[in-house]
């Protein structure tokens, strides 16, 4: 069955950096578009990035171009956010989704369970 | 795009027929999704594509519309469906989610 496994969150002070990994299992990984979408505590939802199938495109929220980087390892079937300059206001539980492709209207058909991040002095 | 959802908060009892109602600020096509999240819990998709439902999900859950205006609907609440449910389209990046409908027990 499909599986995502996010790892890497933890407590970071302002202006550090901090790298969220994402392993995907029991699905072709190198065929689909990946999103992180995050969640601020007590707050909706918030998409943050999306990588194309092969790596070659990358889309960002304004809130975190420049500062934050997705990518993703096929032959290890794994997705990364690379998080840099951390605000507080980065505070959230990050999620990595499956995007189902153009034909279903791109809808995240699998989610993971969430890697939390407190950005805190 | 932003994305409007309303209303923000629903007060319900199980059996009732609710709907939720979801604008876009631009012609979306049909670029729009459901999910549904539990408290503690990663958000689970529900509708696609504006009217399509998932695999899985129960058939009293339906969503209409295009362009602008899409409906999501539950006819005959469960206990199980009160939790909150947020739009999003995938017309084009950044996919921007509505600011969520939180479904609670009258």
């Known amino acids: 069955q499909v599986q995502l496994v996010e790892s890497g969150g933890g407590v970071v002070q302002p202006g550090r950096s901090l790298r969220l990994s994402c392993a995907a299992s029991g699905f072709t990984f190198s065929s689909f578009s990946m999103h992180w979408v995050r969640q601020a505590p007590g707050k909706g939802l918030e998409w943050v990035a999306l990588?194309?199938?092969?790596?070659?495109?990358?889309y960002y929220a304004d809130s975190v171009k420049g500062r934050f980087t997705i990518s993703r390892d096929n032959s290890k079937n794994t997705l990364y956010l690379h998080m840099n300059s951390l605000r507080p206001e980065d505070t959230a539980v990050y999620y990595c989704?499956?995007?189902?492709?153009?034909?279903?209207?791109?809808?995240?058909?699998?989610w993971g369970q969430g890697a939390l991040v407190t950005v805190s002095s | 795009i932003q994305m409007t959802q309303s209303p923000s908060s629903l007060s319900a009892s199980v059996g009732d027929r609710v709907t939720i109602t979801c604008r876009a600020s631009q012609n979306i096509s049909i670029y729009l999704n459901w999910y549904q999240q539990r408290p503690g819990k990663a958000p689970k998709l529900l509708i696609y594509?504006?009217?399509s439902l998932q695999s899985g999900v129960p058939s009293r859950f339906s969503g209409s519309g295009s362009e602008t205006d899409f409906t999501l609907s539950i006819s005959s609440l469960q206990p199980e469906d009160f939790a909150t449910y947020y739009c999003?389209?995938?017309?084009?990046?950044?996919?921007?989610f509505g600011q969520g409908t939180k479904l609670e027990t009258k």
């Open positions: 594509a504006a009217s």
């Open positions: 999003q389209q995938s017309y084009g990046t950044p996919y921007t």
């Open positions: 990588t194309s199938y092969d790596g070659s495109t990358e």
């Open positions: 989704a499956r995007d189902r492709g153009y034909s279903y209207a791109h809808n995240l058909d699998y």
